[in-house]
């Protein structure tokens, strides 16, 4: 059973940026896909980012156009999510994931859920 815990979500004024991250236990976390989505408020969970267990590979939602990345690092079991360029639409709860089945962009796939951390931004 994996364990996720989101952290270093919080409140940042438009342009500005936030690194978001993800810290796993239990399991094989470190071979895992690992997926970050978002909550905005009244709106359906939305695929923001994924990257693979040996963090050569990544996705990206198409909102994110350049402005995120997202990163690895095994030895403290911790996926990041660098946000830059934050503007107000990107006011949500952000959520970390692990395992899906198979389509990374799809919450319904994924095995393991953190339980996610606030990000508003302010205008």
């Known amino acids: 059973q994996v364990q996720l815990v989101e952290s270093g979500g919080g409140l940042v004024q438009a342009g500005g940026s936030l690194r978001l991250s993800c810290a796993a236990s239990?399991?094989?976390?470190?071979?895992?896909?690992m997926g970050w989505f978002r909550q905005p408020p009244g709106k359906e969970r939305e695929f923001v980012a994924a990257?693979?267990?040996?963090?050569?590979?990544?996705s990206f939602g198409d909102f994110v156009k350049g402005r995120f990345t997202i990163s690895r690092d095994d030895a403290q079991n911790t996926v990041y999510l660098q946000m830059n360029a934050l503007t107000p639409e990107d006011t949500a709860v952000y959520y970390c994931?692990?395992?899906?089945?198979?389509?990374?962009?799809?919450?319904?796939?994924?095995?393991?859920w953190g339980q996610g951390t606030q990000v508003t931004v302010s205008s």
């Open positions: 994931a692990a395992d899906p089945v198979s389509r990374w962009h799809d919450p319904n796939e994924y095995n393991y």
């Open positions: 239990g399991g094989s976390s470190s071979s895992y896909v």
């Open positions: 990257i693979t267990g040996s963090g050569n590979s990544a």
